[in-house]
């Protein structure tokens, strides 16, 4: 018993019974051997903190500061501000993301650089020790954060990106970090 196999632009009811590998490839043509699936995707901004791996959307950073931009200090502003900066005739608060996450303050001079986000109402820059990287991740690659995150990390994290094996990246909610700063209680 031999199957009929509709040629290209035939129609055929019946399903074929079996078809070789040869014979599928001349029923699709010239396919694309790759199917791009449409999934919703989140631009992030990767940096680092400590040498721990963190991320902003990129929806909420506007510019990304080098290091040599100035930072101005001014007396009587809350301990997780480092001071203002001067940035194309507006003044933007600077604040340090070490203090309202709670953790230790860098070592050394390094400067790092500063990103430039909007959330809740804010526009304010936020230190980093180091950009590493501005990419597209799919919504599934993202993960709720576990239980057993830290405490003082918790209230800012929105969701974790397995990086690898042995390392998660922290995605962090601008709208969670600002309203926490505009509460006094970074």
């Known amino acids: 018993m031999t199957a009929e196999f509709p040629r290209n632009g035939e129609a055929n009811d019946q399903p074929p019974a079996t078809q070789t590998l040869d014979e599928a490839l001349a029923v699709h043509g010239d396919a694309e051997a790759v199917v791009d699936i449409d999934e919703p995707t989140q ?3 990767l940096f680092r903190l400590n040498g721990q791996p963190f991320a902003l959307p990129g929806s909420a950073v506007s510019e ?10 001014v007396p009587g502003l809350p301990f997780s501000t480092e001071g203002v900066l001067h940035l194309r005739g507006t ?27 909007s959330a809740a ?6 230190r980093i020790e180091q950009l590493d990287d501005v990419c597209e991740v799919t919504q599934s690659m993202l993960q709720a954060p576990p239980e057993t995150l830290s405490g003082t990390l918790r ?14 990246l922290a995605l962090l909610d601008p709208e969670a970090l600002f309203d926490a700063y505009q509460q006094g209680l970074g």
């Open 155 to 168: 209230p800012y994290v929105s969701a974790l990106w397995q990086i690898d094996e042995q390392e998660a």
């Open 43 to 45: 631009q992030l901004v």
């Open 64 to 73: 990304i500061l080098s290091s040599d931009q100035p930072v101005y200090y």
């Open 121 to 126: 109402g804010i526009t304010s820059g936020v």
């Open 91 to 117: 003044i933007e608060s600077v604040i340090s993301l070490h203090q309202l996450l709670g953790l230790p303050a860098p070592e050394g001079n390094s400067k790092g650089m500063i990103l430039l986000v």
